[in-house]
């Protein structure tokens, strides 16, 4: 396990489970948000979505960027943002608050 996990509230997990999945389906991460705002494990899950959605935006603008290797770097990070989006839904499918790697560090949602 990893250190950085925290330990949700059983009864919030079983409550919220279905939002907190939404939250990493990118066109949907503010209605969990909006649904489940009291819960902590929704939000913990939202916070991870809507860092992964503005991953998402930049590797969009660099796919459309004219400059050729920008471009070509865009798509093995789009690959990496769609295995965290997987990561992500396994996690709160299953009840754990595991920061994703690379961006679970980065707080936006409180």
Not at 1 to 9: A, H, Q, W
Not at 52 to 60: E, N, S
Not at 64 to 93: D, E, H, K
Request: aromatic letters at 10%; proline letters at 7%; a neutral charge.
């Amino acid at each position: 396990m990893n250190d950085d996990t925290k330990i949700p509230d059983p009864m919030d997990v079983e409550q919220n489970k279905v939002m907190a999945i939404f939250a990493y389906l990118v066109c949907l991460c503010i209605v969990p948000l909006v649904a489940s705002k009291d819960s902590p494990y929704v939000r913990y899950h939202v916070n991870q979505g809507m860092v992964l959605l503005g991953c998402w935006v930049v590797c969009f603008v660099f796919s459309i960027t004219p400059i050729g290797i920008i471009r070509f770097i865009s798509y093995p990070l789009q690959l990496g943002l769609f295995l965290l989006m997987v990561l992500g839904i396994i996690n709160a499918a299953t009840g754990k608050m595991t920061p994703l790697p690379l961006i679970g560090g980065i707080s936006i949602v409180k």
